[in-house]
């Protein structure tokens, strides 16, 4: 089956600095990775996500990237804001289920 | 529209204890999932299922299980509680394949003591 990891497991950013999580994956049939921002005591919410014959997806502040031949992707998010501290799962998708497989998370905290 | 619905929002039970966790989606997903989220921890398949009548086990489904008898309902059964099983429980739905990402529910705080 397939195995998410992602790094780091926390992460520090002075507000308005840049923040990169990576994920690497191993099944080589994966074809979506989505990304999943979780506040604390609630549901993970997608922010962006990212399709296997992408090689980058932009919305606003967020941006991921997916290198196929190196089975990784990872999340860019810049100018960054207080409102950005959470905890962001990366997860990957493989089978006719749709069956998502969660990286361990990584939490985001933004300084003032 | 009120997308995925779980019920109940906590709960505490005592070992050897059962109970069954609700989930109600109205979106006319066929692809339903269970996950559970233990502290600082990220999100392990318990069970999933594709429609109706179809279900299968994911990565954690030992003591465990589910039912799917309508597109709208997906409860998950715990027999026998044990401590191991306290953790967060959240119930996701999903439409077509790889179309959209999942649509989770609010979750379930269940504490086993």
């Known amino acids: ?112 | 529209n009120a997308g995925v619905t779980q019920t109940p929002k906590f709960r505490i039970l005592k070992i050897g204890q059962s109970m069954t966790l609700q989930c109600t989606q109205d979106m006319n997903h066929n692809y339903m999932y269970w996950y559970r989220q233990d502290p600082g921890m990220g999100l392990k398949l318990i069970y999933y299922s594709v429609g109706a009548g179809i279900t299968d086990k994911g990565e954690v489904p030992n003591g465990y299980n589910v039912s799917r008898s309508t597109t709208e309902d997906f409860p998950l059964r715990l027999e026998l509680a044990a401590p191991s099983q306290t953790s967060v429980y959240f119930c996701a739905s999903s439409g077509q394949t790889d179309k959209n990402g999942y649509t989770f529910g609010s979750g379930t705080r269940l504490t086993v003591v």
């Open chain 1, 1 to 112: 089956g397939e195995n998410v990891e992602q790094h780091p497991s926390t992460l520090s950013v002075q507000e308005g600095d840049s923040a990169v999580i990576k994920c690497t994956y191993s099944d080589s049939a994966s074809n979506y990775f989505p990304w999943y921002k979780q506040e604390l005591g609630k549901r993970p919410q997608l922010i962006i996500d990212i399709r296997s014959n992408v090689g980058e997806k932009k919305d606003q502040r967020i941006a991921v990237t997916l290198n196929k031949t190196a089975k990784h992707f990872s999340l860019h998010i810049t100018e960054t804001q207080p409102e950005d501290s959470a905890v962001y799962f990366c997860a990957g998708v493989t089978g006719t289920a749709s069956k998502l497989t969660f990286g361990t998370g990584t939490r985001l905290q933004v300084t003032l």
